[in-house]
């Protein structure tokens, strides 16, 4: 009796191993949804627009880019988490998706266990900026100026939880300033608010206000990596005033926890020949991001460990939904 069961769940293995297989051989046959979970305009739709048309000549079907904000990100990751697992829905994760567990404590999802995580796509590193109006040109001046007037600059951020809030709340705190927090819902919001002089200070990913500090529409202080970037030669970095001190977001990609083996291998391989391109590779490099292509592993990984950090920021500083 006993070998007999065994049998039967061996048999009963192969043949869930071989429909799965099938699956993928199959996959996908029709549209992908790609979710956005902020509105057009930001850094997450900067990267799902860059990679899109060549993910879709990669999986064989049209990959269609669905931007689904508010909530920091949460509504739009809710919906990846209510999904099937299949295949057919996937999402572009910001850095927001790592501390949204600290900070909304109702969440219908699990910041890990809801999602089967395909790949860190890569970084950005994060520029301080001022609107035109304020006058601020210098990290030094900002910093002046902030001590001399606490809490009369505002910062926006395209959420409460995202990086531009928590870099900003951070370097506040290394250097004893008070700002005052505008949160908006996505980076687009943000970024209209800054050019029209609604808010006076912003810090964001490097591709998305190359175009602006060029074009003189916003002044670039500071640069959250270790060296200037190449695209911004002359903008200093953040670290010559605050010793140590870095900044950057990333843009990963999820699906709904549970994809079958073969599906989820299927994704991977064409997100990372995709990002391997070189008009995806050079058109997002230019631009100042720096493209990982990370395993599912090492993602994951990744956002456990910033889950960490950034709750410890969150629970010093107080920092709530408003």
């Keep these: 009796m006993m070998k007999q069961r065994w049998r039967s769940a061996i048999a009963a293995a192969a043949l869930c191993a071989a429909a799965g297989a099938a699956w993928g051989q199959g996959y996908p046959d029709r549209p992908v949804r790609l979710i956005v979970p902020f509105p057009p305009g930001g850094s ?48 572009l994760a910001f850095d927001s998706h790592a501390v949204n567990g600290s900070l909304y404590k109702n969440l219908s999802y699990d910041t890990i266990k809801s999602f089967d995580y395909i790949s860190l796509i890569g970084t950005m590193p994060a520029v301080l900026l001022t609107a035109k109006k304020t006058g601020i040109t210098t990290l030094q001046q900002f910093l002046d100026y902030a001590r001399a007037h606490p809490g009369q600059l505002n910062y926006g951020s395209s959420g409460v939880g995202g990086s531009n809030h928590l870099n900003l709340a951070a370097l506040a705190a290394r250097t004893d300033i008070k700002l005052t927090h505008v949160p908006y819902r996505g980076g687009g919001p943000m970024f209209n608010a800054v050019l029209g002089g609604e808010v006076d200070v912003v810090i964001a990913s490097l591709p998305t206000i190359v175009g602006f500090v060029q074009g003189g529409r916003l002044n670039a202080l500071a640069i959250g990596t270790a060296q200037p970037a190449p695209a911004l030669p002359d903008v200093p970095p953040i670290a010559t005033l605050v010793p140590g001190f870095e900044a950057y977001s990333w843009v990963g990609m999820l699906a709904p926890a549970g994809l079958p083996a073969e599906v989820r291998k299927r994704v991977q391989q064409a997100l990372s020949d995709t990002l391997a391109t070189p008009q995806v590779r050079d058109s997002m490099e230019q631009g100042g991001f720096n493209i990982v292509s990370s395993s599912p592993e090492q993602f994951q990984q990744r956002v456990q460990a910033e889950s960490q950090r950034w709750g410890k920021l969150i629970r010093d500083t107080g920092i709530k939904i408003e």
């Design 44 to 91: 997450v739709d900067y990267v799902a627009r860059n990679i899109a048309p060549v993910l879709s000549q990669k999986l064989g079907q049209t990959v269609v880019v669905d931007n689904k904000g508010g909530a920091s990100g949460t509504i739009g990751t809710a919906e990846l988490a209510r999904a099937p697992a299949d295949g057919y829905t996937l999402m």
